[in-house]
């Protein structure tokens, strides 16, 4: 049996979402900036789909710019808040992506500004009090806050309203990355009243290299990417039609069946934690999977055997595919910055499987059986 439970890294495709890029491949080259029929073909379908993103999330059209991914979306946002909006200090957190933890890092050495770093607990969960701590250590300074709203590698979750809402009091701007998050939760920027927020279409059954950034309509910042006028002079570069089509589809049937999916794939989690836990008295868990967690994450930590160097491959080699860690860094076999900074035990396997629609209890039941074998374990 071949099972996939790294959906955290990527997930598969739709069918229905194949169904849809593929016209526009065959039948919408026209540049979009052209002014003749073909570019105007190209043109309406972008915008059609900017007004459906912008719907689902309650921005408007122009606050929706589409990027290449997640990545670039949230280095737009960090790095025009620096350059464009005289941000001087930017609050971050150590277990945040790469995309925005190294990215703040980055253009704090370049422009010489202060990076700070909430605190948090052995969980994982952001110190509220920590964030207010050093907004008003900072009040002099013209800040950007920038914290995820779910960790992509442990699946805790951030209260984004009451984050939202302590930055709004505190007069400063608030990024979030909502990568893992988007399509798997509804959102309202209105109501949380944020500044940026950023997607990664592959995360929900889109297609990879496409996503977007939503920019608060109050705020304005230049491209990091240059040489064209596209996407309102935010963002040069022909547009990737296939790409925004197949996230605007993606977003359309994740919403349209939320609820189901949610159920569905918090079942297994929630099976895949009690059977785990009959199975292996010891094991434990990284994060909160029974407390305030992404449904789509469960990070696991193993107990020591003789074969802790081999365990992601073991996995692979009974067909199962989970990750020993965000895959953004794949190939890499450097510790977890976010179970080091939690404070997991790091002489300890510790190993993603996370979940998608796709996903059956009989994958799950295969998966344990696995779990029973490689650790020789009697149930």
Request: hydrophobic letters at 40%; a negative charge.
């Amino acid at each position: 049996m071949k099972v996939y439970l790294d959906n955290a890294a990527t997930t598969p495709m739709d069918q229905e979402v194949i169904d849809a890029i593929i016209p526009v491949m065959q039948n919408n080259f026209g540049n979009p900036s052209s002014v003749h029929s073909f570019g105007r073909s190209s043109r309406a379908i972008i915008e059609k789909a900017r007004k459906k993103v912008a719907n689902y999330i309650n921005a408007k059209p122009g606050e929706i710019v589409f990027t290449g991914g997640g990545t670039e979306a949230d280095n737009m946002a960090l790095r025009g808040a620096v350059d464009d909006l005289g941000v001087n200090h930017i609050i971050t957190s150590e277990i945040e992506h790469h995309a925005v933890v190294d990215t703040a890092i980055a253009v704090g050495d370049k422009h010489h500004i202060k990076v700070s770093f909430v605190s948090f607990d052995d969980k994982g969960y952001v110190d509220i009090s920590s964030l207010e701590r050093l907004l008003a250590e900072n009040k002099d300074k013209k800040t950007l806050v920038s914290l995820m709203h779910a960790n992509n590698e442990i699946g805790n979750r951030l209260p984004l309203k009451r984050v939202a809402d302590i930055c709004k009091a505190s007069g400063v701007y608030f990024h979030s990355d909502t990568v893992q998050t988007m399509c798997h939760y509804k959102f309202d920027v209105r109501e949380l009243g944020i500044d940026f927020l950023t997607c990664s279409a592959h995360k929900f059954h889109g297609p990879k290299g496409i996503g977007f950034l939503y920019i608060n309509e109050n705020i304005q910042i230049k491209p990091i990417i240059t040489g064209g006028a596209q996407e309102r002079n935010v963002r040069a570069g022909t547009e990737n039609i296939m790409g925004i089509v197949g996230l605007t589809k993606a977003m359309e049937i994740a919403f349209r069946d939320l609820e189901e999916h949610q159920n569905h794939i918090q079942g297994l989690k929630t099976y895949m934690i009690r059977k785990l836990e009959e199975i292996i008295p010891d094991l434990t868990f990284n994060g909160d999977p029974k407390g305030d967690s992404l449904y789509t994450v469960l990070n696991i930590q193993f107990p020591n055997s003789d074969m802790d160097e081999m365990l992601l491959y073991n996995f692979d080699i009974e067909g199962i595919a989970v990750s020993g860690g965000s895959a953004c860094s794949s190939g890499s076999n450097t510790d977890s910055h976010v179970l080091k900074n939690i404070g997991a035990d790091m002489d300890r396997p510790s190993l993603r499987f996370s979940f998608s629609k796709y996903n059956t209890i009989e994958e799950i039941d295969y998966t344990l059986k696995v779990v029973q074998e490689l650790f020789a374990v009697k149930v």
